[in-house]
C-alpha cells in the first residue's frame, strides 16, 4: 500500500508495461500460484494500466489522462481533462503576472520559479508522452520538428506497450505547417500508420475524415516521417500494424553539397552520394534546391528567389558494396554567369543548398538521405 501511494509509482508500472506485455516467458508460463493463469496475463496488464489511468497514482495528470481509453464523438465520456486544464490555466496566470515582474521591476532576479505545480512536467508528457521520473529512464514516443513552428501539443492517447499514440495538435499559423514527426524510442520497432486530419473539441477521432495517411517503417530506435497540418485543430495519430519487413540491402547517402566560384561569376555545386548497402541500389533521383538566407542563417524571401526552389535533378546508379571499395558518385550542378540566384551572393544573401536523393521504406536506412549547407560569398572558395 505504501508502495502504491509513492511518488513514482505510476511512472514506474508505466515503465515496466511494455516489458511485461512483451516478454513470451512470462505470458505464457503458468503461475503455480493461481491456477489457470500465467504470470503475465489480460487481467494484470489491465489492473496495471488501470493504476496509470487514475491521476491518484501521482503520475502527473497528463499521462493519466493520455492512457485513458478515447471514444467516438458521439460516446464520448470524459477523460478527466478538467484537472490538466486547471494546472495549465494556474501556471498561466503565473506567468503573466509574476514573470513581469520578477524579470523587470523586482530587486531579486536571480531566479524565477518556472515548473509551478510541476508544470514541467505535464508539458513534457503532452508533448512527447512520456515524463521524466527520477530513477527511470526518460523514453519518449515522438519528437517534433520543423520550421518556425507555431503550435501546441497535447497527447491524448496513449497504449502503455506502445502500440499506438495520438494527440491533439492547434496549428496557430494562418497557413499549414509541415512537420518533422520523429518516432523515438518509446514506441517499439514496427510498421505504423500515420494519419492525420481535422479534429474538434471533445472528440478522439476525426470527425471529418483522415486527410493523410503516411506508412512509416521503424526498424532501429527512430524513424521520421514528414507531413503538413492544417490551420486549427488537428489531430495526429500513430497505430503499430505488424513487426518491420527486413531491410533492404542497399542504403544511399549525400554528403552535405559543396559550392566552388569559377571566378567568371558562375559557380558548380557537387554533391557526393554513396551507397553503404551490400547490394545495388535501384536507380535513384538526386536533386538540389536552392533557397536564399539571411546573414544569421534564417530564410529570406528576396524577388528573385521568395522561396526554396528546385535547382536541378540528377539520375543515380550505384552498386553495391565490395571489399574496401565504396560505390558512389559525385554529380555537378551548375549557376552559371549571370544566374539571379548567383546575383544574390554579391546582395549580401547567402545560398542553402539542400540535397535529397529518392529514397523508400525498404531501403536499409534514410536519415542520410538529405543534407543541407549554407554558403556565403566570402566561404565560397574559388576553383577556375
Known sequence: KLFRQGMRFGNIVAAVYPDLAGDPTLNATADPESAGTT????????????????????QGPALAYAV???YDCSLHQGKGSLELAGLYQKSTLFYRNFWPLF??????????????AQV??????????????????????????????????????????GSAWSALVQDFAPQAQTLTLTLEEGLPPGEYLLEAGSAAVGCDVFPAGVSTSLPVVKRGPVAQVSFDIAPGLNLVRLTRTGAAPAPAG????????????DGLGGYTARVRVVNLGSSAAPASNLEL?????????????????????????APVNLGAVSGWKLPEVEKEFSIPPGSPVGALLKQGYGLQLRAVISSTASE?????????????????????
Do not use: M
Request: charged share 25%; net charge negative; hydrophobic share 40%.
Open 39 to 58: 504470470y503475465v496475463d489480460a487481467a494484470l496488464l489491465a489492473r496495471l494500466k488501470s493504476w496509470v489511468d487514475i491521476p491518484g497514482s501521482l
Open 364 to 384: 536499409g536506412d534514410a536519415l542520410n538521405n538529405e543534407q543541407s549547407r549554407c554558403w556565403f560569398l566570402a566561404g565560397i572558395p574559388t576553383v577556375p
Open 103 to 116: 524579470t523587470a521591476r523586482a530587486i531579486r532576479t536571480d531566479r524565477v520559479s518556472l515548473n509551478v
Open 250 to 261: 542497399w542504403d544511399l547517402a549525400v554528403d552535405p553539397p559543396r559550392l566552388e566560384a
Open 120 to 161: 514541467l512536467r505535464e508539458l513534457q508528457t503532452g508533448w512527447t508522452g512520456d515524463s521524466t521520473t527520477e530513477g527511470l529512464p526518460l523514453r519518449p514516443l515522438v519528437r517534433w520538428g520543423g520550421k518556425k513552428l507555431d503550435l501546441a501539443v497535447s497527447t491524448n492517447y496513449r497504449e502503455l506497450d
Open 68 to 70: 485513458g481509453d478515447v
Open 289 to 313: 534546391d536552392v533557397a536564399a538566407v539571411h546573414p544569421d542563417g534564417t530564410l529570406a524571401s528576396p524577388p528573385d528567389l521568395p522561396s526554396e526552389v528546385p535547382l536541378s535533378q
